[in-house]
């Protein structure tokens, strides 16, 4: 009790909503559609903590996918890293009308002023979710009327293998009509090599010019292979955008301090302090 209590009080500021639809893409990765009760806003590119009821007080961050619905709902995407915490309490054992509570929304990726430029998004499995939001701004930015003409627009898009690549329908038939747009899917692998080596190839190979930008989401491994690619391939590291890495266990407060291994599928467990 004493432990709930003290971990209550670190908490952030919350939301809270209503789970409108539960979606299973696989046995360990949902979509998930949730109304908060009150206006929510975000920008593109941003993550925020949940809570589901079946575990209090243990927040983790996840992407806010696209641009909210019509009715207001926002979306998620969520693999399951393993048993017992929030991944599996959103993955396994959420139902639609299930209440969970969100917190403040955060992050790093943005298209910024400018986005005609040459733009590299690179993801890995649920970044896709990130990567979503910020394609549809741009898409908003682009529309007839806008200023705005398009420049390159790559989207890297790695998965272990060819099952785990997901919304598929969607990313093709957005791709399809965007001639701004290259989507480069990346699975397999060299044995031998680290889990995120042929991605990072896959990124460079693209010949991504100084001035360019990269936007990344994924596990931190991926995102420090990734961004010592890049910045061997000359793009200045000021130009490479993504959000802080989570703190090793020790350093991460809340009573969730185990944290699931940081494995090539997955992000790396965080407590979202207040
Ligand atoms: C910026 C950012 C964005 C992210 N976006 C996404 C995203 O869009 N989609 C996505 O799938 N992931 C995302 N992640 C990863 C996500 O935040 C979680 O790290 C991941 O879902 C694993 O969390 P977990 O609680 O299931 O497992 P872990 O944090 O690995 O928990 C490990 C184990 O600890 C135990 N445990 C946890 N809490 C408790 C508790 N309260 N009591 C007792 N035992 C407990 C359980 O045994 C659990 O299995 C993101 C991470 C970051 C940093």
Redesign the pocket.
Known sequence: MVQGAEAALHEPPCWEATVTAHRLCGPDLAVLRVRPHETFRYRAGQ?TALESAR?P??W????LAGEPGRDGDLE?????????????ALVRHTTAGDRIRLGPPK?NLALGEEPAGELHLVAWD??W?AMKALLQELEGRLRPASEHRAGRVRLFLGADGLSSLYDTEYLTGFERSRPWLTVVPVTGGTPGEGAYDHLARAVTRSRPTAAGRALLAGPPAMVQTVTAALTRAGLPAEHVHH?PL?AGPRDLPG??G???SAGPR?????SVPA
């Open positions: 993550y575990l007080h243990t983790r961050p996840y992407y998620f995407h969520v693999r399951r890293t393993g048993p017992g915490g929030v991944s599996e992050g649920t970044g979710a959000d989570p009573p969730a185990t944290f699931g997955m992000f790396q467990g965080q």
